[in-house]
C-alpha cells in the first residue's frame, strides 16, 4: 500500500498521516451519511512523534502514509490524546510494530487504555502543563477532560503554533479535501455543528472553560488539527465563534416541533402549531420521527429557543421512535429551552404526561398547558393547537429580544 497511500504536508515539520472512512453510517447512533477521517499525525522532528493513531481496521493505511514520509520504526514517541476506540484501536499493534521508546497519554488516558486492551504496554502519564523535548522542538500538553471524554487532552507544538486538538473542531466528513479552507463554508458550519450537537452538546460549560483556558495561556495557534475532518489553518476565528456560540447555547426564534403519528392525528396538531409558531414570526423546524433521525434534530434543536414535542399513545406509553428521540435529547442535555407536549390517544391518553414528564426532565420549561385529543382531532382541537402555537411564540419572542 505504500504507493497508493501518501502523507499529506501540514507543516514542514508535520503530516497528516491519517485515513478515510468512506462508508461509516452510523457513529454509536449518530447518523453520519458523509463518512469520517480518523486523522493521525507525524511530527517529524529529531525524535520523531505520531500524534494519535486511527480505528483498528485502517491501521494499514495509515502506516502506508507513514512510509511515505519516514520507515515506521524510526519513530521514537506516541502521544495518545484521546483514547475512545477510533483513535486507539490499533495502538496496541502499532505499538508492537513500531516499539517505540515510548506513549504517553493523560493520567486517566492511561488507565482507560489498559481498561480497553488489558495488555501489559507500558503508558507514560503526562500532566497538565507537562512538556516533552524532541530535540528540535517541543510539544506542550493540555488537559480537556470531558472534551469528550475524562482522558481528553489538546498537544501543542510551539514551533508551528499547531495544536492539535483531538475531537474538538471536529467532522465527521470523508473528503481527499484535508484542509478547512478547500471545503465550502456551509459545508463546515452544518457538518460541524452536527458534530457538535451529536458529541460535543452534553459538554458546553467546559468547552466555554476550555477555550478560556486556552486564551489564557498566551499561547499562538496558528493551526488546530482535530482527530476528525479537515484541518484548519485559515480564519480559525470562525470556527472558534462557531464553537462559542454552539457551547454557549443562546435560544434564538426558532421552534422545533418533533413528533411521531400512526393516523396522522397527531401530525394534524403538529402542523396546527407549527403554522401558529410561523405566522408569528418564528422559523420552525416540523419533523417528524417516521422520516427522521434523531442526530438531525439534535442538529436542529442546537439553536433553538423552543422543543415541542408530540404523540399517540401506544399501550400506555409514548411511540417508540419518539421514545429514542427523547432519551437522546435527554443524553446530550440541550439548555436554555421553552415547550409543550400534545398528542392524541384511543382511550387510555397518557402519552403527553409522559412527553412532558420527559421535557421538565431535560429542564424544558412548559410555558403551557399540554394538549391531548381522543381519537381525532376537530376544528376545535386544532384552534388550541393553533394557540399553543401563539403562547409560545409569543414567549419564545419575548424571551430572545431580552437577548
Not at 521514537?76 to 490524546?81: F, T
Not at 426558532?254 to 396546527?272: E, I, Q
Request: hydrophobic share 45%; net charge negative; proline share 4%.
Amino acid at each position: 500500500m505504500k504507493d497508493i497511500y501518501s502523507a499529506v504536508k501540514v507543516t514542514d515539520n508535520v503530516y497528516w498521516v491519517g485515513a478515510i472512512d468512506w462508508t461509516i453510517r452510523d457513529f454509536h447512533g449518530y447518523t453520519t451519511p458523509h463518512g469520517s477521517t480518523y486523522n493521525a499525525y507525524l511530527v517529524m522532528a529529531d525524535d520523531i512523534t505520531l500524534i494519535d493513531t486511527v480505528k483498528a481496521p485502517f491501521m494499514g493505511e495509515m502506516l502506508a502514509r507513514i512510509r511515505s514520509v519516514v520507515e515506521p520504526s524510526k519513530i521514537k514517541y506516541i502521544v495518545s490524546n484521546h483514547s475512545e476506540m477510533d483513535h486507539s484501536g490499533c495502538l496496541p499493534e502499532v505499538i508492537d510494530f513500531i516499539k517505540p521508546q515510548k506513549v504517553f497519554a493523560s493520567a486517566t488516558g492511561v488507565k482507560t487504555l489498559k481498561e480497553l486492551f488489558h495488555d501489559q504496554h507500558e503508558i507514560t502519564p503526562v500532566k497538565d502543563g507537562e512538556t516533552l523535548n524532541l530535540g528540535n522542538m517541543e510539544l506542550t500538553f493540555m488537559e480537556t477532560r470531558m472534551i469528550h471524554w475524562p482522558d481528553s487532552m489538546f498537544t501543542y507544538l510551539a514551533k508551528d503554533e499547531l495544536l492539535f486538538s483531538q475531537d474538538a473542531f471536529g467532522m465527521h466528513l470523508a473528503t481527499l479535501e484535508r484542509f478547512a479552507d478547500e471545503i465550502p463554508a456551509a459545508t463546515l458550519e452544518y457538518e460541524g455543528a452536527t458534530y457538535y450537537a451529536n458529541i460535543v452538546l452534553p459538554y458546553s460549560a467546559i468547552v466555554l472553560k476550555a477555550l478560556e483556558k486556552v486564551a489564557a495561556s498566551g499561547i499562538k495557534i496558528k493551526i488546530i488539527a482535530p482527530d476528525h475532518g479537515p484541518i484548519w489553518r485559515k480564519d480559525l476565528g470562525w470556527i472558534i465563534d462557531l464553537y462559542k456560540k454552539w457551547a454557549s447555547q443562546k435560544p434564538t426564534a426558532k421552534a422545533v416541533v418533533v413528533y411521531a403519528t400512526m393516523w396522522h392525528s397527531t401530525g394534524k396538531m403538529a402542523r396546527a402549531i407549527s403554522e401558529a409558531l410561523a405566522q408569528a414570526g418564528v422559523k420552525v423546524k416540523l419533523l417528524s420521527m417516521n422520516e427522521t433521525h434523531r442526530s438531525e434534530v439534535v442538529y436542529e434543536v442546537l439553536d433553538a429557543g423552543a422543543l415541542i414535542a408530540g404523540s399517540p399513545t401506544l399501550n400506555n406509553n409514548i411511540l417508540p421512535q419518539m421514545a429514542d428521540v427523547m432519551t437522546y435529547l435527554k443524553g446530550l442535555k440541550p439548555v436554555n429551552k421553552i415547550g409543550a407536549a400534545f398528542g392524541s390517544y384511543g382511550w387510555s391518553g397518557e402519552s403527553v404526561k409522559h412527553l412532558e414528564a420527559m421535557l421538565k426532565e431535560m429542564k424544558v420549561d412548559i410555558v403551557s398547558e399540554s394538549i391531548a385529543v381522543k381519537n381525532a382531532p376537530g376544528d376545535d382541537v386544532l384552534k388550541k393547537c393553533h394557540e399553543l402555537g401563539k403562547i409560545i411564540a409569543t414567549e419564545l419572542l419575548k424571551r430572545t429580544t431580552a437577548h
